[in-house]
C-alpha cells in the first residue's frame, strides 16, 4: 500500500469512499512493506484513525506482527494515537504482547516514549504493569531510564511494583541513577521509590 494512499485518506473524503478504499487497499493488495509493516500497522503508526476503523471493518488482523514481531497496538503506543489505542484494544488487540528484539509489551513502548496518554489507555484496559521485556525489565523501568516523570507517576499510581528488580537486579529508582535521569530519580522518590 503506497504510504502517499494513507496519508490522502482524511475524513472529509467520506466514511464510505475511504471504507471502500480500505477494503480495496486491505483485501486486494494486502502489501506489507520492507519491514513487513502491514496496511493497518501504517495507519497506526500515522494515527488515522478513520482508516483504522476502515481497516479494521474490512478484518484486518489486530494482531499480525512486522518482521520485528511488533503489533499495530506497538506502533500506535510508541507514536502516541490514543485514540488508535483505544480502537485497537475494543478490536481485540493484545495488551501484552510481546514484540521487538527487546520482546516488550505495548506497555513498554508507551512508557518509553512518555506517551501517557497511551499508557493510561493499556492501563484501563488492564495491561499487565508487571510484564517484562528480555532484561527483566517492567514498563516502570523502561520510563525511568527515558526520564518519562508523568508515566512513572501514573505507573505508580495504578500499582506498578517500584522495586522490581531486572536482571542485573536494578530496581526503577537505581536505573534512573545510573543514567543521570535525575527529574526520574525525584519523582520516584517522591513515590517511596528505594534504591
Known sequence: MPTAAVAAASPAAGSSSLDRWARSIYLESRQDDAHGNTPLMKACLDGKLPVVRALLAAGADVQATNYYGSTPLHAACCEGHSEVVRLLLAAGAPANARGGAMRETPLHAAACCGQLG???????????????????????????????????????????????????????????????QYAAVAVLEELGAKA
Open 118 to 180: 497511551a499508557v493510561r489507555e493499556l492501563i484501563w484496559a488492564g495491561a499487565s504493569l508487571e510484564a517484562t521485556n528480555k532484561d527483566h525489565c517492567t514498563a516502570l523501568h523502561v520510563a525511568s531510564c527515558a526520564n518519562q516523570t508523568g508515566v512513572i507517576w501514573a505507573l505508580v499510581k495504578a500499582g506498578a511494583n517500584k522495586e522490581a528488580k531486572d536482571t542485573a537486579g536494578n530496581t526503577p529508582l537505581a536505573l534512573a541513577c545510573k543514567h543521570g
